[in-house]
């Protein structure tokens, strides 16, 4: 730089000085090509304005203006290093050094910006780097780059643990003071103007043990209510568990499942509309994690248990429509499931469902479900009297005060499962892994190859309805007014008396195609819905000769059972002792086996159709 015409500067190149005058350049400004080299170091120092406001707003000790400004310039050289060892790669690039080269230049920077950034940091690397390390570990706590030798007061020294407990203790009181006032309640404690009692222990907090910390500064017990730890500790007092959690509790990364039904989610969730009483619908909803597909749902008026298991019954109709196996593993909240996690309840480990993850309450990022139930509800916003959430993030998905307009419950159910189906038959999210499916066609193509049968007489003892009947016939019986036949002749004698508990479930019509029979609480048969024929050979189909035929060999085989059942029998003769004499007693004879009694063989008598009809008439 050098001087022009009228008082104007002008550009020097530094390579067409004389040799002379590089030397007297470098003399008096340095080696401008290790300036140049350290440029991009100083582009990175930036003052930072909370750093600024601290410590204008500072008043513990009643720093000087010019200490002030040092001190921000030291946090925003210091913060500058920081950035650069955070970043090996960059710091190669920039200086072409290594870590171990870097405080001898560092203090070469800090030397090199004192005209632009007046500061107090040392320049020597035995000072320096430990002044650093202060400044990190302290999470950049602006105090501690004041100088404890020029300010050397109480207020700024360190405090112990005794006083933080204290001060923390005051803060989360019940009514949940504010931080001056927890402050002042300390310095009356100080001056005999008030006591402090732990309920807990009944005793008294002693003043005079504490008068050795002073009267710390506002700023002082800011600092210590800021301090990461004591921030969580105290939030967990004053905040509630879900704020607590997103604000403080560390999560884990995961991933979701590769295959369909290895993991299931169920949560309850309400839709977005008010009735004409002001009140919502309540509703149950249980999903897919990996494909994100929603397979059973259930709304009611009511929050209860009997909505859970209406949402479990229509994923279960679901899953037996499509053939599908037993979902690997079922994760859900305590919160109306507590009556299915008894030693044979549905929700036990083991008895439906090979695992079961209950997740903790309050903690809607654990929930798989809660992730879905977050992009579905906003799909439905156009839609009329729509309520968002009184404290959504987005404003434009907070609920709207002016929104008068109610449904009627059956139109917020018919919203509601509508917009389920779209999403259902919408693209999935992870386009790379499923190109061009929907999260359907992910459930259905996708599913784990592992999976176990869905066992639906288990299924239906657990979900299903049930009634009490009778076998008639040793064939047939009535549940809800239908007729179900016994699989085979030879099932009669699996029962015990003719008086059964058949359980079922009805199929997306609310038709029951199948009941399962029990008795004593043992599973004995299935027994599937009847089929009758038209009697008139003249109007018969093929499909009405082929129940005939089934018919008339089920009593075919019916007729064979028993007569190798009577065939099995022995012909005995029973006596009365007194009207025998011991002489006219029979002698003692081995009675053939049951193998060994002949039985003159049935004559077969080839009938026809209409004869065997006749007989079954």
């Given at each position: 730089?050098?001087?022009?015409?009228?008082?104007?500067?002008?550009?020097?190149?530094?390579?067409?000085?004389?040799?002379?005058?590089?030397?007297?350049?470098?003399?008096?400004?340095?080696?401008?090509?290790?300036?140049?080299?350290?440029?991009?170091?100083?582009?990175?120092?930036?003052?930072?304005?909370?750093v600024r406001q601290f410590?204008?707003?500072?008043?513990?000790?009643?720093?000087?203006?010019?200490?002030?400004?040092?001190?921000?310039?030291?946090?925003?050289?210091?913060?500058?290093?920081?950035?650069?060892?955070?970043?090996?790669?960059?710091?190669?690039?920039?200086?072409?050094?290594?870590?171990?080269?870097?405080?001898?230049?560092?203090?070469?920077?800090?030397?090199?910006?004192?005209?632009?950034?007046?500061?107090?940091?040392?320049?020597?690397?035995?000072?320096?780097?430990?002044?650093?390390?202060?400044?990190?570990?302290?999470?950049?706590?602006?105090?501690?780059?004041?100088?404890?030798?020029?300010?050397?007061?109480?207020?700024?020294?360190?405090?112990?643990?005794?006083?933080?407990?204290?001060?923390?203790?005051?803060?989360?009181?019940?009514?949940?003071?504010?931080?001056?006032?927890?402050?002042?309640?300390?310095?009356?404690?100080?001056?005999?103007?008030?006591?402090?009692?732990?309920?807990?222990?009944?005793?008294?907090?002693?003043?005079?043990?504490?008068?050795?910390?002073?009267?710390?500064?506002?700023?002082?017990?800011?600092?210590?209510?800021?301090?990461?730890?004591?921030?969580?500790?105290?939030?967990?007092?004053?905040?509630?568990?879900?704020?607590?959690?997103?604000?403080?509790?560390?999560?884990?990364?995961?991933?979701?499942?590769?295959?369909?039904?290895?993991?299931?989610?169920?949560?309850?969730?309400?839709?977005?509309?008010?009735?004409?009483?002001?009140?919502?619908?309540?509703?149950?909803?249980?999903?897919?994690?990996?494909?994100?597909?929603?397979?059973?749902?259930?709304?009611?008026?009511?929050?209860?248990?009997?909505?859970?298991?209406?949402?479990?019954?229509?994923?279960?109709?679901?899953?037996?429509?499509?053939?599908?196996?037993?979902?690997?593993?079922?994760?859900?909240?305590?919160?109306?499931?507590?009556?299915?996690?008894?030693?044979?309840?549905?929700?036990?480990?083991?008895?439906?469902?090979?695992?079961?993850?209950?997740?903790?309450?309050?903690?809607?990022?654990?929930?798989?479900?809660?992730?879905?139930?977050?992009?579905?509800?906003?799909?439905?916003?156009?839609?009329?009297?729509?309520?968002?959430?009184?404290?959504?993030?987005?404003?434009?998905?907070?609920?709207?005060?002016?929104?008068?307009?109610?449904?009627?419950?059956?139109?917020?159910?018919?919203?509601?499962?509508?917009?389920?189906?779209?999403?259902?038959?919408?693209?999935?999210?992870?386009?790379?892994?499923?190109?061009?499916?929907?999260?359907?066609?992910?459930?259905?193509?996708?599913?784990?190859?592992?999976?176990?049968?869905?066992?639906?007489?288990?299924?239906?003892?657990?979900?299903?309805?049930?009634?009490?009947?009778?076998?008639?016939?040793?064939?047939?019986?009535?549940?809800?007014?239908?007729?179900?036949?016994?699989?085979?002749?030879?099932?009669?004698?699996?029962?015990?008396?003719?008086?059964?508990?058949?359980?079922?479930?009805?199929?997306?019509?609310?038709?029951?195609?199948?009941?399962?029979?029990?008795?004593?609480?043992?599973?004995?048969c299935t027994a599937m819905?009847?089929?009758?024929?038209?009697?008139?050979?003249?109007?018969?189909?093929?499909?009405?000769?082929?129940?005939?035929?089934?018919?008339?060999?089920?009593?075919?085989?019916?007729?064979?059972m028993v007569r190798q059942?009577?065939?099995?029998?022995?012909?005995?003769?029973?006596?009365?002792?007194?009207?025998?004499?011991?002489?006219?007693?029979?002698?003692?004879?081995?009675?053939?086996?049951?193998?060994?009694?002949?039985?003159?063989?049935?004559?077969?008598?080839?009938?026809?159709?209409?004869?065997?009809?006749?007989?079954?008439?």
């Amino acid at each position: 730089m050098g001087r022009g015409g009228n008082g104007n500067s002008v550009l020097i190149k530094y390579e067409s000085l004389p040799p002379a005058y590089k030397q007297l350049v470098k003399d008096r400004f340095g080696d401008p090509y290790e300036y140049a080299a350290k440029q991009p170091i100083r582009d990175l120092i930036q003052i930072d304005e909370n750093v600024r406001q601290f410590f204008e707003n500072y008043d513990g000790v009643g720093l000087e203006y010019e200490d002030k400004m040092k001190y921000t310039n030291d946090a925003a050289i210091l913060k500058a290093f920081y950035k650069l060892l955070s970043n090996k790669k960059q710091l190669k690039e920039m200086l072409h050094i290594s870590i171990g080269a870097f405080w001898q230049k560092a203090c070469e920077i800090v030397k090199d910006v004192q005209h632009q950034y007046p500061n107090t940091l040392p320049t020597s690397e035995r000072r320096l780097k430990p002044r650093y390390n202060d400044f990190v570990k302290s999470a950049f706590d602006p105090a501690t780059l004041i100088d404890g030798r020029k300010y050397n007061t109480t207020n700024n020294r360190k405090v112990d643990d005794e006083f933080e407990w204290l001060i923390m203790s005051l803060f989360v009181q019940r009514h949940r003071p504010y931080k001056l006032e927890a402050y002042n309640d300390y310095l009356a404690f100080l001056r005999g103007e008030v006591i402090i009692m732990d309920t807990r222990k009944k005793e008294a907090f002693d003043p005079e043990y504490y008068r050795c910390y002073g009267e710390m500064s506002d700023t002082t017990i800011w600092r210590i209510l800021t301090k990461p730890v004591n921030m969580a500790v105290v939030d967990k007092m004053r905040l509630n568990a879900l704020d607590y959690s997103n604000k403080h509790s560390p999560y884990n990364e995961r991933f979701a499942p590769l295959y369909s039904l290895s993991k299931l989610t169920m949560d309850d969730y309400d839709p977005p509309f008010k009735m004409p009483n002001g009140k919502r619908l309540s509703g149950y909803v249980v999903m897919d994690v990996a494909s994100k597909c929603i397979i059973g749902s259930a709304f009611s008026r009511d929050k209860n248990t009997e909505l859970l298991i209406a949402s479990l019954k229509d994923m279960f109709r679901l899953l037996v429509t499509n053939d599908c196996g037993i979902p690997g593993e079922l994760e859900f909240e305590r919160h109306l499931t507590e009556p299915l996690m008894i030693d044979d309840g549905l929700l036990k480990a083991g008895n439906m469902f090979p695992f079961v993850r209950l997740c903790r309450a309050a903690n809607p990022r654990e929930k798989r479900a809660e992730h879905t139930f977050r992009h579905l509800k906003y799909t439905k916003k156009k839609e009329k009297g729509f309520r968002g959430r009184p404290w959504a993030k987005d404003e434009a998905n907070r609920m709207n005060e002016n929104v008068t307009a109610t449904r009627e419950f059956e139109d917020i159910v018919e919203v509601e499962r509508r917009y389920m189906a779209k999403w259902n038959n919408d693209l999935h999210h992870d386009t790379d892994r499923y190109p061009g499916m929907t999260r359907w066609e992910v459930f259905i193509e996708n599913q784990n190859p592992h999976l176990a049968r869905l066992n639906r007489h288990l299924m239906a003892q657990y979900i299903g309805e049930k009634v009490t009947t009778t076998i008639r016939n040793n064939k047939v019986l009535q549940v809800q007014y239908g007729s179900y036949w016994l699989p085979s002749a030879e099932s009669i004698m699996d029962f015990n008396s003719h008086s059964v508990t058949a359980y079922y479930l009805r199929d997306k019509d609310g038709q029951i195609p199948e009941v399962y029979l029990y008795q004593d609480g043992e599973y004995k048969c299935t027994a599937m819905k009847g089929e009758r024929y038209n009697e008139s050979q003249f109007e018969q189909t093929d499909e009405d000769k082929r129940i005939m035929h089934e018919q008339f060999g089920y009593r075919s085989g019916f007729d064979a059972m028993v007569r190798q059942r009577v065939s099995e029998l022995a012909k005995v003769e029973v006596i009365k002792m007194e009207t025998l004499t011991v002489d006219e007693l029979p002698a003692k004879k081995e009675l053939p086996s049951f193998a060994e009694v002949e039985q003159p063989a049935p004559s077969k008598v080839k009938k026809s159709f209409s004869q065997m009809a006749e007989d079954d008439l």
